[in-house]
């Protein structure tokens, strides 16, 4: 088997006496989607973070495509593309601009150049036309799609994504979707965080549960559904299971009853 191309070993972040991120230990092959499933604050945003370079760990390595993130930092952000959830913006450059400034900061990618590449994403986007207008006058749909473009022009071999979906319409959803299939299978690597358990069924070849910090499942979603304890008919139903919040069915049951 070739190298992983992202590895975490025993990744921990600490802030005060609260354990964000604890003991977590995973691997990434080439073309491989992962989903990073949890419920709010179990530590999905301070683990993206730190495989982004953006937190320092409190203790453990990443490692990506064989480069350790503590001695060699600048090359695995040269080789990992960031989607957050928020995007943040200079208001004040136009769409090509933005663009232009992010390729000046990352080697090219082989074949096409980053203009090219960018100009056929913003036509896919729908935003060719608003190309030559200020950020600030972008929708943050809008926005979100740009931040895609800038992260696919650059061709990385690994693409972390906070919540893809915000503030998209269906058919930019869509095709977000489909580039990420089309990423993988052309051997891009994608770690891929979402509240979203229809997309994480549809879209990842494996996912991980984590809960307070660790992970606590992980693997096929069917090999996943086969595990559970009361049966899962659907990757909901094993998240709520795994998370704790399994007495929610019961919820949704009586309410439908009334």
């Known amino acids: 088997m070739s190298k992983p191309i992202l590895t975490l070993e025993e990744l921990s972040k600490t802030f005060d006496r ?4 604890d003991k977590i230990d995973l691997q990434m092959q080439k073309g491989e989607i992962l989903g990073f499933l949890g419920p709010n604050g179990a530590g999905k945003t301070t683990t993206i973070k730190m495989i982004a370079g953006l ?6 390595a990443i490692s990506i495509c064989g480069h350790d993130m503590a001695s060699e930092a600048k090359r695995c952000r040269e080789l990992t593309g960031y989607i957050p959830d928020r995007p943040f913006l200079y208001e004040k ?24 590449q960018g100009e056929s994403y913003l036509k896919l986007f729908d935003l060719h036309g608003w190309r030559n207008n200020l950020i600030e006058s972008y929708s943050h749909g809008m926005r979100q799609k740009l931040i895609m473009t800038s992260i696919f022009m650059l061709d990385q071999p690994l693409i972390v994504v906070d919540e893809p979906m915000i503030g998209l319409d ?9 580039l990420f299939k089309s990423k993988a299978e052309s051997g891009t ?20 549960i984590i809960r307070e910090g660790r992970i606590i499942a992980g693997g096929s979603v069917d090999s996943l559904k086969a595990q559970a304890k009361h049966g899962a008919a659907n990757l909901e139903d094993l998240f709520l299971q ?6 929610l069915q019961e919820v949704v049951a009586a309410l439908r009853q009334r």
């Not at 769409?95 to 096409?112: D, M, R, T, V």
């Not at 965080?193 to 996912?207: N, P």
């Open 170 to 178: 269906p058919k930019s959803a869509r095709i977000v979707k489909e």
């Open 189 to 208: 690597t994608i770690f891929l965080s979402t509240h979203s358990m229809e997309i994480a069924e549809e879209l990842c070849h494996r996912v991980c």
């Open 242 to 247: 795994l998370t704790g919040a399994f007495e």
């Open 18 to 21: 609260l354990t964000a991120v």
């Open 55 to 60: 937190l320092q760990p409190s203790s453990g």
């Open 93 to 116: 450059l136009t769409g090509a601009e933005y663009l232009s400034f992010i390729s000046s900061l990352y080697p090219p990618p082989q074949g096409k150049t980053c203009g090219e």
